[in-house]
C-alpha cells in the first residue's frame, strides 16, 4: 500500500525564519505529489503539485518543493515565513487506481510561528 | 468561479441517527470524493463518484455511502451514527478522473453524542 510519511509533528519557527518541512512517500510507480495547507476549522488548500518534468516546482505564497526520487522525498520549503503560514501542512500522494485517483495524505506537521 | 461548496458546516446528531452531508463542486468538474479526518486517524479517502457511478471507494463500513447528481453534485450519508463517526468531512472536486489536482471544500464538522 501507498504511504506518506512526514516525520515532523509540530515544527516552531521564528517569524521571518526559513522552513522546510520534511515529506517522504512510499509508491512503486512515478508518484503525483501534492502540499495542501489547513488552517484552523478549515478545509484543504492546494499549495503545489508535481506531475512530471523539473523537479523543483513553485506554489502559491511563496512555498516550493523538490522532487528527490532517489530519495522518495518531495519537501516543502519557504524562504521566510510570515505569521499568516501558522497551519498545519500535509504532504499527499495521488495513488491510481482503475484509472481514478485517490489522494493518501501523511499524518501532516503542524506548524507554529513565534514572533 | 466558485469554489467548492459543503453544507452543512456543522452538524450534531445523536448516536443511532442518519446523517445526510452535501457537496457542490467546482463548475465543470466531474469528480468529487469524499475524505473523513480525524485526530486519530488522520485523512482517510471514503469514495469518489464520476458521472454518478462510485469509482472508488475506501476501507469503510457500508453505512457509509454517496451518490452524485447528474449536475455532479454529491451526497454522503452516514447511517445508524456511532460516536467514532465524529469527524471533519470533506469533498474534494476535480475537473476528471486521474492526474488532475483537487480542491477541496471547507468541510461538515460532525459530532455524534
Known amino acids: 500500500a501507498q504511504s506518506v510519511t512526514q516525520p515532523d509533528i509540530h515544527i516552531t519557527v521564528s517569524e521571518g525564519a526559513s522552513l522546510e518541512l520534511r515529506c517522504n512517500y512510499s509508491y512503486g510507480a512515478t508518484p503525483y505529489l501534492f502540499w495542501y495547507v489547513q488552517s484552523p476549522g478549515q478545509g484543504l488548500q492546494l499549495l503545489l503539485k508535481y506531475f512530471s518534468g523539473d523537479t523543483l516546482v513553485q506554489g502559491i505564497k511563496g512555498f516550493e518543493a523538490e522532487f528527490k526520487r532517489s530519495q522518495s522525498s518531495f519537501n516543502l520549503r519557504k524562504p521566510s515565513v510570515h505569521w499568516s503560514d501558522a497551519a498545519e501542512y500535509f504532504c499527499a500522494v495521488g495513488e491510481r487506481i482503475q484509472g481514478a485517483q485517490k489522494l493518501v495524505f501523511g499524518q501532516g506537521t503542524r506548524l507554529t510561528i513565534n514572533p | 468561479k466558485a469554489g467548492v461548496t459543503q453544507t452543512p458546516r456543522y452538524l450534531i446528531k445523536t448516536r443511532g441517527q442518519q446523517v445526510t452531508l452535501s457537496c457542490s463542486p467546482i463548475?465543470?468538474?466531474?469528480?468529487v470524493s469524499w475524505y473523513q479526518q480525524t485526530p486519530g486517524q488522520g485523512l482517510q479517502f471514503l469514495f469518489e463518484y464520476f458521472s454518478e457511478t462510485q469509482r472508488n471507494k475506501g476501507n469503510f463500513p457500508g453505512r457509509f455511502s454517496g451518490r452524485q447528481f447528474s449536475n455532479s453534485r454529491s451526497e454522503m450519508n452516514v447511517s445508524t451514527l456511532e460516536l467514532g463517526d465524529s469527524a471533519l468531512y470533506l469533498c474534494?472536486?476535480?475537473?476528471?478522473?486521474?492526474?488532475?489536482?483537487?480542491?477541496f471544500g471547507q468541510g461538515t464538522r460532525l459530532t455524534v453524542v
Open positions: 474534494a472536486s476535480s475537473l476528471d478522473r486521474g492526474r488532475t489536482e483537487a480542491f
Open positions: 463548475s465543470g468538474h466531474r469528480s
